[in-house]
C-alpha cells in the first residue's frame, strides 16, 4: 500500500532513543518504522520503503556500517544519517565514503536532527510538485499523441502544421521505435482529411506474393481461391490516407504499380480490366536509407523521389534527451491509472538512469520500461533499483552517481552537472520565473541567484 507521507526507518538497539525520534520525526511529517537490531532493520528493508533511515553505529548484531551498506545496495535512494556515541574523524569519513548522508554524535543536538529531516521532507515535497508540474506541462507538449519540447521534436511539430493541409505523399524516416506511424496519424489528423479513415499496412508483415492483391485488390477467378471480388488497401482509403509502413520492404514489381498509382489515382485489382479512381494520400515510413537503397538498385528511385517531396525525420531519442523526463510523464501517468497505483514519478536517482540509458529502441523501448516499472513499484517514486531491474544490461554504467566520496573532484563535476540540469529544468517549467523558481528549488530568490552565477546559468 503506497504510504501518503514518507518513511522514516530508525535503528537503535535503545528503545528510549527509538520512542524520542519517533514522536519527533512524526510531527515533521515521516511515518516511522523503528527496528532494534540491525537484524530486524533488514528484514524490515524488504518490506518497507524508506525515504530516510537513521541507524546507530554500534550495535549488538549488525553494526550500523553494515546496514548503511546493506540499504544503498537495496535502495540506492534511501538517504542514510548514521548515529553514535562514540564519535571521530575516522567513523565518520567511512560513513561518508559507503554513501552516508550525514553523521550524529549522541546525544543529539535536535536543532540539528529537525534541520536534517525537514530538509529531507522538503525536498520530497518539491520532487512530488516537480513531477505534478512536469505532468501539467506534458499536455502543453502533447501534438497528436507525441511528446516533445526539444527543439528538434518542436520543429518537426511546426513541419507537420505546415504541410498537412496540403501533402499528398510524405516520406517519414526515423529509427525503429521513434514513432514513424505516429507521425503519419498526425498528418492525417492535422490536414483535411481528418474525419476520413486511416489504414495502416506494415509491408514487412506482408508475403511477397500477396503484396498486389492487398494494395489493389482483385476480381474474383484471379487466383487460385480467389471466390470472391476484394478491394485493396487504396480503396479502404479513398478520401483519407495510407500509411505504408517499412516501405523499403516493397518488392520491385509492387513498387512500379504502386508509383503509377501515386501519380494517376487510378488503381486495378489483380485479374480484372476496369481501373478504379481514388484519392488517396500517401505516407510512407522506413528505417533505412532509401538514398543508398536507390543507388544499390533495391528501390525505385522515380518512386522515392515522389514518396520524398515531403520528408519528415524523426530524431532518436538518445539525441533529445530533454524530452525524456516528459515522456516519462506521460506514460506514468497512463500505467498508474492502467495499474490503479499512486505512482507519481521517478526518484533523482531513477531519473538519472533514465536519462542516460542509450535507448537503442527509443520511444517504443522507454514506454515499455515504464510499463515494467509500474508493475514493480509500489511506493510513489519509483527507485534506481526497480529502474536498472527493468533495463536490464542496457542500462547505462553512467547513469548513477556513486554513493559520495572525500576529495573526488570528478563527483563535484557531476553533482554540479546535475545541480545545473535540475536549476535549468525548473526554470524551464516557470518559463524563466525566478521567484516562481526559487519556491520550487526550496531556496531564496538570492540563493538563487547565487547559484545561477557559480553555475553560469545568468
Known amino acids: 500500500m503506497t504510504s501518503s507521507q514518507p518513511i522514516l526507518l530508525v535503528v537503535d538497539d535503545e528503545p528510549g532513543i527509538l520512542r524520542l525520534i519517533e514522536k519527533f520525526a512524526r510531527k515533521i511529517g515521516f511515518e516511522v518504522v523503528t527496528a532494534g537490531t540491525g537484524h530486524e532493520a533488514l528484514q524490515k ?4 520503503h524508506a525515504a530516510v533511515a537513521l541507524v546507530d553505529l554500534r550495535m549488538p548484531d549488525v553494526d550500523g556500517l553494515e546496514v548503511l551498506k546493506r540499504i544503498r545496495t537495496a535502495n540506492p535512494d534511501c538517504q542514510v544519517i548514521l548515529m553514535t556515541g562514540h564519535a571521530s574523524i575516522e567513523t565518520a569519513i567511512e560513513a561518508i565514503k559507503h554513501g552516508a548522508m550525514d553523521y550524529l554524535s549522541k546525544p543529539f543536538d535536535f536543532d540539528r536532527l529537525e534541520s536534517l529531516l525537514s530538509r529531507i521532507h522538503g525536498e520530497l515535497d518539491r520532487r512530488r510538485a516537480l513531477l505534478a508540474a512536469e505532468s501539467r506541462i506534458v499536455k502543453q507538449l502533447e501534438f497528436h499523441g507525441m511528446i516533445g519540447r526539444s527543439p528538434v521534436m518542436l520543429e518537426l511539430f511546426e513541419h507537420i502544421r505546415r504541410f498537412a493541409p496540403h501533402v499528398r505523399t510524405a516520406l517519414v524516416t526515423g529509427e525503429t521505435g521513434t514513432g514513424k506511424e505516429l507521425v503519419a496519424r498526425a498528418l492525417h489528423k492535422a490536414g483535411p482529411r481528418a474525419h476520413k479513415k486511416f489504414v495502416a499496412v506494415n509491408c514487412s508483415a506482408v508475403v511477397e506474393s500477396l503484396f498486389e492483391t492487398e494494395l489493389f485488390g482483385h476480381v474474383r477467378g484471379a487466383f487460385t481461391g480467389a ?16 500509411f505504408l509502413d517499412e516501405i523499403g520492404e516493397l518488392p520491385q514489381a509492387a513498387q512500379a504499380k504502386l508509383l503509377r498509382a501515386i501519380e494517376t489515382g487510378e488503381v486495378q485489382r489483380v485479374g480484372g480490366l476496369d481501373t478504379r479512381c481514388v484519392d488517396v494520400r500517401v505516407v510512407a515510413a522506413t528505417n533505412r536509407d532509401l538514398r543508398v537503397e536507390s543507388a544499390a538498385g533495391r528501390f525505385r528511385e522515380d518512386l522515392f523521389y515522389r514518396l520524398s517531396v515531403v520528408e519528415l525525420h524523426i530524431t532518436p531519442l538518445r539525441q533529445r534527451r530533454e524530452d525524456i523526463p516528459y515522456l516519462t510523464s506521460a506514460f506514468v501517468k497512463h500505467f498508474a491509472a492502467q495499474f490503479e497505483k499512486a505512482i507519481l514519478g521517478p526518484t533523482p536517482a531513477a531519473e ?97 541567484y547565487r547559484k545561477l552565477d557559480r553555475l553560469g546559468l545568468r
Do not use: Y
Not at 528493508?45 to 518497507?48: A, D, H, V
Not at 542496457?394 to 557531476?414: E, F, Y
Not at 553533482?415 to 518559463?431: N, Q, Y
Open 352 to 448: 538519472r538512469v533514465l536519462s542516460s540509458a542509450p535507448w537503442p529502441g527509443n520511444v517504443r523501448e522507454l514506454r515499455n520500461a515504464i510499463e515494467r516499472i509500474c508493475m514493480l513499484a509500489d511506493e510513489r517514486f519509483f527507485t534506481e533499483k526497480e529502474t536498472m531491474a527493468c533495463l536490464g544490461p542496457q542500462a547505462s554504467p553512467q547513469a548513477t552517481l556513486s554513493p559520495p566520496s572525500i576529495g573526488r573532484s570528478s563527483d563535484a563535476h557531476l553533482l554540479s552537472d546535475a545541480e545545473r540540469d535540475h536549476i535549468t529544468r525548473v526554470l524551464g517549467e516557470t518559463s524563466g520565473n525566478k521567484k516562481a523558481a526559487a519556491q520550487l528549488l526550496g531556496l531564496s530568490r538570492r540563493a538563487l
Open 45 to 48: 528493508l524488504q518490506t518497507e
Open 227 to 242: 471466390v470472391d471480388s476484394k478491394p485493396g488497401l487504396f480503396e479502404a482509403a479513398d478520401g483519407g490516407t495510407l
